[in-house]
């Protein structure tokens, strides 16, 4: 883990507000600026724009695997949230996957279907629990499914997780 530039206390998921510095240093430095260069290059966005990039901003929610992480102080389970993603395999990666079946290898084109999906599955998992207005999402669990068999077949990628709020650092 780092540590922050002012003050050397070790970054965490929860002290952490910029890849440099803490809350408490990061506050002191924002109090601190010169309001007339902020002016000079903050940029003039409409109420719209600013809408939007907080809800994206709030849509990168944490996200683990376990029910608990020692940086993360949970102050609210908001429900559970899940998302669904089904990809069509077509017809040639279904042949050069079979190829890969009986050569052995790795199938490329298959492997960055199920990124992409699992990609696409995450995103949208997030989005269901910024909509809750949680922080973060824990006992995420990514389930693969063949649906299919014969002459076609599709990957349903099915993601779950518990949204929730995260206890704030006390202010120091």
């Known amino acids: 883990m780092a540590n922050c530039v002012d003050c ?11 890849a440099e510095r803490c809350y408490p240093c990061a506050k002191v430095e924002f109090e601190n600026r ?9 940029p003039q966005i409409s109420e719209e724009e600013a809408i939007e ?15 608990t992480h020692p940086d993360i102080g949970i102050s609210a389970r908001l429900g559970i949230v899940t998302a669904e993603c089904a990809y069509g395999m ?8 079979g190829i890969r079946n009986i050569v052995g290898g790795r199938s490329k084109a298959i492997q960055q279907t199920m990124r992409d999906a699992r990609e696409t599955v995450l995103y949208e998992l997030k989005q269901e629990a910024s909509l809750l207005g949680a922080d973060a999402v824990v006992a995420v669990d990514l ?9 076609w077949s599709m990957v349903m990628l099915v993601a779950s997780g518990t949204a ?4 704030k650092p006390a202010a120091a």
């Open 143 to 151: 389930d693969y499914v063949q649906i299919g068999d014969g002459g």
């Open 90 to 97: 077509n017809v040639f990666k279904d042949v050069f996957a």
């Open 34 to 42: 010169d309001p007339n260069r902020v002016a000079a290059i903050k």
């Open 164 to 167: 929730v709020k995260i206890e």
């Open 8 to 18: 050397g206390t070790k970054l965490t998921l929860l002290n952490k507000s910029t």
């Open 53 to 67: 990039k907080e809800r994206k901003a709030s849509i990168e929610a944490i996200m683990v695997t376990t029910e």
